[in-house]
């Protein structure tokens, strides 16, 4: 499976990924090996503590290197007065008559609380290349939709501050 990701998520999971190689993980092992000198290991609490946190790095870097090595990269070729990824868009919400600021992301950056939708999402769909007036329905599920219209665009570019799960 291939991930859409821009280059810009790319090029922080490659700096996380660097800082883990060349930082975390070498300071992992010699933890490791200074904490199995404190004697039994099946009673070495310090020592499985020191596996874990080694583990969960090594992990960690797995998981980035198979997004890396999976990437698709995509660019945002929306117009100027159209909805593209990180832009910030002022919604109007009919059902609930409320208004509400949200950006539409690649689905590593989503986090909704934070007002960063993801692409893939019925949302996220239904947003992209909309212009400020437009008005839309969102299916979110078979039983459930509503209705959406945009009030305002601000062009946005990927500054990197979303953190990449």
Do not use: W
């Amino acid at each position: 499976m291939n991930n859409e990701l821009t280059k810009q998520d790319i090029a922080i999971m490659q700096q996380e990924l660097d800082h883990l190689r060349l930082t975390v993980l070498p300071d992992a092992i010699e933890e490791v090996k200074r904490t199995r000198a404190f004697g039994d290991l099946s009673e070495n609490y310090e020592y499985k503590a020191a596996k874990q946190a080694q583990n969960a790095c090594k992990k960690r870097i797995r998981y980035l290197e198979r997004m890396i090595k999976s990437a698709t990269v995509i660019e945002d070729n929306t117009a100027e007065d159209e909805v593209g990824l990180f832009d910030l868009v002022e919604l109007y919400f009919e059902d609930d008559e409320e208004c509400q600021t949200v950006s539409v992301v690649t689905t590593v950056r989503c986090d909704p609380r934070q007002g960063r939708i993801s692409k893939e999402s019925p949302m996220g769909k239904a947003l992209l290349g909309k212009r400020v007036g437009d008005r839309f329905q969102v299916c979110a599920t078979e039983n459930y939709s509503y209705f959406v219209q945009v009030r305002s665009i601000t062009k946005g570019e990927d500054d990197g501050s979303a953190p990449i799960l």
